[in-house]
Structure formats: structure tokens, C-alpha cells
């Protein structure tokens, strides 16, 4: 009558349950050698996805959430994987936190910024709005001036028309004729 080694079990690697056997990246738990059938304990169990990521488990593979950046890759030490999954930062003429939890235009924009699972990760954009009617210049956000004949100010914000503007024809000075200075 012979003893045999018992291999490693499913999820574990080693020589065999006597010489030790350790869990597979990205799984967590061990393998104790026992006296009973089947001679071992196994307590290898794939871990879940970290923050920021979704998937089965770390095993079958975890992708980084809309809006991160990176990856989960599985190990063998503790907590079982690598995960560089990091929020990206809201892209040109735009602010907040980061895409993941929302960007809006800055004043004087118009657009939106969604995120995506994508790179750059972010979907959309922010331009700069056209001078208003009455108003002359690159865009809003370098700088509008009122026409001629027209007295005020344009400034940008960040509500829909992404400007205030007060330009206003300029009356006819005193002892002169017609109503505005622009006609």
C-alpha cells in the first residue's frame, strides 16, 4: 500500500497538497492538507471587482467604470489584484471633480461632457459661443464689444444663452435728428 501526493486543487498551484499549494492570482483564501478525502481544504475563492470597475471578478476579468481610466490586473499577495483605475479629469473648457461624477461648460461654452468606457472616456465637448446679435468679436469667452450705436456689455455665463448682454441702441444726442444713433 502506497500514499500518493494529492495534486493541487482546482484554483491553487503547487507541487502537490504536502509541499503546499497556493491560490492563482486573483483568487483569495489557501489549501490545508487534511487526513479525510479528498486529503485537502480548499478555500480559494475568486475575488470580487474593486471600486471603480465592474465585472464578474477579478478572475473572469474587471473593467474600469465609465468615466476611469486603467485596469485590474489579478496577483498573488493580498487584496489579489492591481487596480490603476482612476477618474479622469474633465477635459478643455470645462470643470468639476471628474467625468465620472460630471463636467459642465465653463461660462461663455455651450455643449456637454459625458463619460464613457472609451478613451479618452469622455464623450462631447465645450465651444465658445458667437458674439450676440448686436455685437462684435471672436466669441464670447475672448471678448464681445457692442457694435456702433450700441451701449453695454456682453458676459459670459454658464446658463443657456451662456451670455447676458445689455447692448442697446444709443440715442440721438440732443438738437439732433432721427431716434437712434445706429440708423
Known amino acids: ?11 491553487s498551484n503547487g507541487a502537490d497538497v504536502p509541499a503546499g499549494c497556493a491560490c492563482n492570482s486573483g483568487f483569495s483564501g489557501s489549501v490545508t492538507a487534511t487526513t479525510a478525502s479528498p486529503f485537502f481544504e480548499s478555500t480559494c475563492t475568486a475575488v470580487a471587482c474593486p471600486d471603480h ?3 464578474a471578478d477579478v478572475v473572469a476579468g474587471c473593467s474600469c467604470n465609465s468615466g476611469y481610466r486603467g485596469e485590474v490586473i489579478a496577483v498573488t499577495v493580498s487584496p489579489f489584484f492591481n487596480n490603476t483605475c482612476a477618474a479622469v479629469d474633465c477635459p478643455a473648457n470645462s470643470n468639476g471633480d471628474h467625468v465620472a461624477v460630471g463636467c459642465e461648460c465653463n461660462a461663455g461654452f455651450s455643449g456637454f461632457v459625458e463619460d464613457t468606457t472609451v478613451s ?31 451701449s453695454g456689455d456682453v458676459l459670459a ?7 447676458n448682454t445689455t447692448c442697446v441702441e444709443v440715442e440721438c444726442p440732443l438738437n439732433s435728428a432721427g431716434e437712434h444713433v445706429a440708423h
Not at 500500500?1 to 484554483?11: E, F, I, L, R, S
Not at 462631447?124 to 457694435?147: E, L
Not at 455665463?157 to 451670455?163: G, W
Open 157 to 163: 455665463t454658464s446658463i443657456d444663452p451662456f451670455y
Open 1 to 11: 500500500n502506497t500514499c500518493a501526493a494529492v495534486d493541487c486543487p482546482a484554483n
Open 120 to 150: 479618452p472616456f469622455h464623450s462631447g465637448s465645450c465651444t465658445a459661443v458667437t458674439c450676440p446679435v448686436h455685437s462684435n468679436g471672436s466669441d464670447v469667452v475672448t471678448g464681445c464689444v457692442c457694435d456702433s450705436g450700441y
Open 53 to 55: 470597475s465592474d465585472g
